[in-house]
């Protein structure tokens, strides 16, 4: 009888141990680790970052060149004209560099200084360019010249000076096939590389 009640001693004892076991094992939602050994995977919030913010948060919504301002146009070409080419002086080029029209047309130029210098545009053949160059030193010198020198090899020629900022518009008609260049000759500009060729087609 002995024997009997202890060896159902021993087997209440067995399965209270296995119990007790199992009550470790489970996953459940309080951060115990489950039968695996892994930890619970983390909540996810609704922006689907693991307790930071949503990367529309922190992004930056502005407009694109909302804080740019307009040029101040001071220069405004009249009279009819083929067609429109804009054109940008930046430090230091101009942009595009390199046009092409047709004999007999006139192009109305758009310049936009978006450069921290002032700029200038001189349309014209190499000669005129020269010559430009030679009076934009006089003046530094404090020389006038005092005179247009406007008409040059095929009596082409026109210029505009444009401070940082600023916007202007020049209208050029090109009566002979040929090349001509556009250069800027503020000081150290055109030999820095600012010109511009135009290709005029018959």
């Not at 260049?181 to 600012?194: K, Q, R, S, T, W």
Request: aromatic share 4%; with cysteine; proline share 7%.
């Amino acid at each position: 009888m002995k024997a009997m009640l202890g060896a159902a001693v021993m087997a209440l004892a067995l399965v209270a141990s296995g119990c007790a076991q199992s009550g470790t094992t489970g996953s459940g939602g309080d951060g115990t680790p489950d039968a695996t050994g892994s930890e619970p995977s983390p909540s996810v919030s609704d922006s689907g970052q693991d307790g930071g913010s949503s990367p529309v948060d922190d992004a930056d919504t502005g407009e694109p060149g909302s804080s740019e301002t307009e040029p101040e146009v001071v220069v405004t070409a009249t009279g009819p004209y083929d067609r429109l080419i804009e054109v940008e002086m930046v430090d230091i080029a101009f942009e595009p560099a390199a046009f092409t029209v047709t004999a007999g047309e006139t192009i109305r130029f758009r310049f936009v200084n978006v450069g921290r210098a002032p700029h200038e545009a001189v349309i014209g053949d190499e000669h005129v360019q020269e010559e430009h160059k030679q009076e934009m030193m006089m003046d530094d010198q404090g020389h006038d010249p005092g005179d247009d020198h406007g008409h040059h090899a095929n009596g082409q020629m026109a210029v505009i000076s444009l401070e940082p900022g600023e916007a202007g518009e020049l209208d050029f008609t090109f009566t002979d096939p040929g090349e001509l260049i556009m250069g800027c000759h503020v000081p150290g500009h055109y030999d820095a590389g600012m010109w511009a060729r135009i290709t005029v087609n018959p």
